[in-house]
């Protein structure tokens, strides 16, 4: 069975965790994904137990929601039955099917995360808005860090010259560019992220967005609602890249 499958399939702890998420968390994405025009068609890819669905049916969408966990979709469903089951690979939709769509800390967490970035502007109309969030796991500045990977000088360091390999590489030999894969994290005591098999960061993410025939219009470090002027100043320069998280905004610019 998958990783994706193995863990999270069957999990009611995971999905009484989601139940309990602050709507800080998820505000930015929610309100993100449903800047666009009234009554928009949405696609929310790892919905969890649909607290964004919710959130985007308040503000008057047509919301969707596709999840791989069956308790969490049984949760989901009864805040929408547009909200379904799918194999955490090819999405059940056409091409062009919704004004926006978007994943909230989903990418880091699949198998093949560049077909997920395909198939995610696959659905979208050309013009609509693409949203992905994933942790930034090439951290070279930060406090609180959380995953290992994140952690301590020498890690901080590995990072800041892996991302320079990477930019490199997207310069010069583009076709070769994948993200970096990751062993999970086992121990007793579960901590966010431990699940994680993807190094996902805000380069690779506009890379494979680009790749992909879209615009990228914003990388952000700042995945939550901040006061304008600390969001401002972390993410005026190319330091965005090098902290915290990765939220990314993207136009479709191309049919699939």
Not at 133 to 156: E, Q
């Amino acid at each position: 069975m998958s990783h994706q499958k193995d863990y999270y399939q069957e999990n009611k702890a995971y999905a009484h965790f989601l139940e309990n998420w602050d709507a800080e968390f998820y505000a930015k994405y929610s309100d993100a994904l449903g800047n666009t025009q009234p009554s928009s068609k949405i696609l929310d890819v790892g919905c969890g137990v649909g607290q964004v669905v919710q959130r985007l049916i308040e503000l008057g969408h047509e919301a969707y929601g596709v999840e791989i966990s069956e308790p969490n979709i049984a949760k989901a469903k009864e805040v929408s039955p547009l909200c379904q089951l799918y194999d955490g690979v090819t999405l059940p939709f056409n091409d062009d099917t919704f004004d926006s769509a978007g994943a909230l800390n989903v990418l880091e967490h699949v198998e093949q995360p560049e077909t997920f970035i395909t198939e995610l502007v696959r659905v979208v109309k050309p013009g609509g808005r693409i949203i992905l969030s994933s942790p930034n796991f090439f951290r070279v500045f930060g406090f609180r860090d959380y995953h290992p990977k994140m952690r301590g000088l020498t890690n901080k360091l590995k990072n800041w010259r892996r991302l320079r390999a990477k930019r490199l590489q997207m310069a010069t030999n583009p076709n070769t560019v994948r993200f970096d894969r990751m062993e999970p994290v086992v121990r007793e005591t579960f901590q966010p992220d431990d699940d994680a098999i993807v190094a996902t960061n805000g380069l690779e993410i506009k890379f494979f967005l680009e790749q992909n025939g879209c615009e990228v219009l914003s990388v952000e470090c700042t995945d939550r609602y901040v006061p304008k002027l600390i969001d401002l100043t972390l993410n005026l320069g190319p330091w965005r890249y090098l902290m915290f998280n990765a939220f990314i905004t993207a136009k479709k610019t191309s049919h699939s």
